[in-house]
């Protein structure tokens, strides 16, 4: 049979990580897809010297390869919402199947794209978007389709895991580790989507809608970063036996589901606590098999490049499948997503860190207790630290029971009017995971 001719656009850390693996695992994948794999054009707009591409045909315009005859398979490996798209939907429009690494694509456009893709009986596929190389979506939408998912919570930023571990163990300071996570390949075009939590709000909007059966809904996802993090939280969340971590959590609740993105402390002896630098996890929790992880580099030229290839060889797989007998895009059946609401961010309940700075004089805890106690929020430990951080200041950390986030917020509110406390003060969400 004829190699399947595929068409990469952009040859960046993953596009060339993914020509790479294609020509030194070339055998090995025909013998796994039935049919060898051709990179039959590529549209870049600079060489890649990781990469030698030997006579493969380049060009600098990405829609020579969309509108290829011969190409068979669309590889979007550019990035962002503009190009991408136009990319995409051509490629669809052309009786293209599409392969992306693209989650800001996937997340912002993906019920757009998937209606048009099914429309024409071509898949679109993008397990590269979540996690780089971690086949969390094969996972989730095939491994563990016997299950109700009641919740996923994973590190899905392999930028802000870098920065925060380097941060931890070596002291390194924010901006040193962020210039190496871009040296490395690792951060997005714009850094700020890793460290301000877009990027894992991206990942966390898809890993939901296959997990729950709901259509993608990234504008309702609550986005916090890693950027006013302090090294004191970090001590003091040592102290009580918990690390932080940058998670994204998707919960189904009675009223609906949880979308959130932000720093959590979680407790230090988890397998996911221990989770460092570049690496991703991501912990399922599904009615029949309980709680499940999931391991490996979420960024990266080949840990990505190695999802993108195995969707590669997945697709070749559907070429000759009935398109309405294949593994729907977003798990469940197009047809039957559930309206099931996201949840806004005051209805969240979960645990809290608080730290809080306040003028050494008598009776501030007493004050601070008394207005946690009126809102009916729980106090599980408290830390009066008599080091001054800065002159006349003391911290008080306090450690929550599970409470509702509008509760939370109207104590924070009060906390912060009192004459003695220092404004803003630090909240951090704890999740316990079991
Ligand atoms: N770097 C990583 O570790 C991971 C990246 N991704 C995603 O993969 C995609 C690609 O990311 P990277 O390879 O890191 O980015 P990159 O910036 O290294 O590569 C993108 C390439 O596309 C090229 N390009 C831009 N516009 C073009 C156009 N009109 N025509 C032809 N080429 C064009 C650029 O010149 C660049 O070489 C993004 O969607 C990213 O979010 C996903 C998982 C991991
Ligand atoms: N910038 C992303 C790349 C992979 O998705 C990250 O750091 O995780
Ligand atoms: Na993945």
């Not at 694509?105 to 979540?130: D, P, R, T, Y």
Request: aromatic share 6%; glycine share 8%; hydrophobic share 45%.
């Amino acid at each position: 049979m004829k190699p399947v001719k595929v068409g990469i656009c952009g040859l960046g850390t993953v596009g060339g990580g993914t020509f790479n693996v294609l020509q030194r695992n070339a055998v090995e994948i025909s013998r796994r897809a039935g049919r060898g794999i051709e990179v039959a054009q590529i549209a870049a707009r600079h060489l890649n010297p990781a990469c030698d591409t030997g006579d493969t045909p380049i060009t600098d315009d990405v829609f020579d390869v969309v509108n290829n005859p011969e190409i068979e398979v669309v590889i979007e490996l550019i990035g962002g919402y503009t190009v991408a798209f136009d990319v995409v939907m051509q490629a669809i429009a052309n009786g293209k199947h599409v392969v992306t690494a693209n989650k800001a694509l996937i997340a912002v456009h993906g019920n757009e794209i998937f209606e048009a893709a099914s429309k024409q009986g071509v898949v679109v596929a993008f397990e590269a978007s979540v996690a780089g190389g971690i086949p969390i979506i094969k996972a989730l939408r095939e491994g563990l389709a016997a299950n109700q998912i009641d919740w996923v919570a994973g590190i899905i930023n392999g930028t802000g895991n870098f920065i925060l571990t380097e941060m931890r163990d070596k002291g390194r300071t924010f901006d040193d580790v962020l210039a190496e996570a871009q040296m490395l390949g690792y951060a997005e075009a714009d850094p700020t989507f890793d460290v301000e939590g877009i990027d894992a709000a991206h990942k966390l909007t898809i890993l939901a809608s296959i997990a729950f059966g709901i259509p993608l809904q990234f504008d309702k996802a609550y986005t916090e970063g890693i950027s006013k993090l302090t090294t004191a939280d970090v001590r003091y969340a040592e102290a009580f036996g918990y690390r932080i971590k940058h998670l994204g959590i998707a919960r189904r609740t009675a009223d609906g589901v949880e979308l959130r993105v932000h720093p959590t402390l979680i407790p230090a002896d988890r397998l996911i606590a221990n989770v460092n630098g570049v690496m991703n996890a991501i912990m399922v929790n599904g009615d029949a098999v309980g709680s499940t992880l999931y391991y490996g580099a979420g960024a990266g030229a080949e840990p990505t490049a190695s999802s993108v290839v195995a969707d590669v060889i997945d697709v070749v797989r559907a070429l000759t499948t009935d398109p309405n007998n294949r593994v729907p895009h977003l798990a469940f059946r197009a047809e039957s997503l559930s309206d099931l609401a996201v949840l806004p961010a005051s209805a969240i309940e979960t645990a809290y860190y608080l730290r809080i700075q306040a003028k050494d004089r008598p009776g501030v805890l007493a004050k601070v207790a008394t207005i946690l106690s009126e809102r009916e929020i729980n106090i599980e430990s408290i830390l009066q630290k008599e080091v001054e951080e800065q002159a006349g200041l003391v911290p008080i950390i306090i450690m929550t029971h599970r409470v509702r986030e509008q509760k939370m917020n109207d104590a924070i509110e009060a906390l912060e009017a009192l004459d003695e406390v220092v404004s803003p003060l630090m909240r951090i969400r704890v999740e316990q995971l079991n």
